[in-house]
T-cell receptor, first 117, second 115 residues
Framework: GAVVSQHPSWVICKSGTSVKIECRSLDFQATTMFWYRQFPKQSLMLMATSNEGSKATYEQGVEKDKFLINHASLTLSTLTVTSAHPEDSSFYIC?????????????FGNGTRLTVT | GNSVTQMEGPVTLSEEAFLTINCTYTATGYPSLFWYVQYPGEGLQLLLKATKADDKGSNKGFEATYRKETTSFHLEKGSVQVSDSAVYFCALGYDRGSTLGRLYFGRGTQLTVWP
């Protein structure tokens, strides 16, 4: 089946540094990728929707200058957390789809645990 | 707005017990409803879905019925197995407009099944 690889699976960084998380579709072309974050015991919250070759669409309240999303190819999207702070510590998950509606299968990565010290 | 509320976990059951995980939603339109499952060390996978009121989604012995009158989509299984141990997420989504392709998730419910 379709596989989405997310890397790294966990990362610890110092406050003020930037961290890049990769999301790759290994055996299909992902026209759209979604980035989510999850705080402990809270819902998975959509951060942004990323379409290949165009700027990402961010959800209300998500700082686009802080969470840089690049979707340069049909198989790769990256999320860069710039100038990370401890409050950015969270679980980040990407998903990818080949289609244009929610009925198209969504394939999820395993997530990345970010800890900012 | 759109939101999903799931019962808090963790849920711990013995093998062959009956499972119910409650899910209720608030929606601005006519969404489809989903249950996703995340097994340890893996990404979320679609378990089942229902696209309109009174539809029943089913897969792997799990069932959920889209109840518009109670705005609910409770997940049930008659006899759980150890292999069902996972985190279960309820979600809703639309197929048009600005919410195309986006899902609204609940917080997830951890299920642990003991032999």
């Amino acid at each position: 089946g379709a596989v989405v690889s997310q890397h790294p699976s966990w990362v610890i960084c110092k406050s003020g540094t930037s961290v890049k998380i990769e999301c790759r579709s290994l055996d299909f072309q992902a026209t759209t990728m979604f980035w989510y974050r999850q705080f402990p015991k809270q819902s998975l919250m959509l951060m942004a929707t990323s379409n290949e070759g165009s700027k990402a669409t961010y959800e209300q309240g998500v700082e686009k200058d802080k969470f840089l999303i690049n979707h340069a190819s049909l198989t790769l999207s990256t999320l860069t957390v710039t100038s990370a702070h401890p409050e950015d510590s969270s679980f980040y998950i990407c998903s990818a789809t080949t289609g244009a509606t929610y009925n198209s299968p969504l394939h999820f990565g395993n997530g990345t645990r970010l800890t900012v010290t | 707005g759109n939101s999903v509320t799931q019962m808090e976990g963790p849920v711990t059951l013995s093998e062959e017990a009956f499972l119910t995980i409650n899910c209720t939603y608030t929606a601005t339109g006519y969404p489809s409803l989903f249950w996703y499952v995340q097994y340890p060390g893996e990404g979320l996978q679609l378990l089942l879905k229902a696209t309109k009121a009174d539809d029943k989604g089913s897969n792997k012995g799990f069932e959920a019925t889209y109840r518009k009158e109670t705005t609910s989509f409770h997940l049930e299984k008659g006899s759980v197995q150890v292999s069902d141990s996972a985190v279960y997420f309820c979600a809703l989504g639309y197929d048009r407009g600005s919410t195309l392709g986006r899902l609204y998730f609940g917080r997830g419910t951890q299920l642990t099944v003991w032999p």
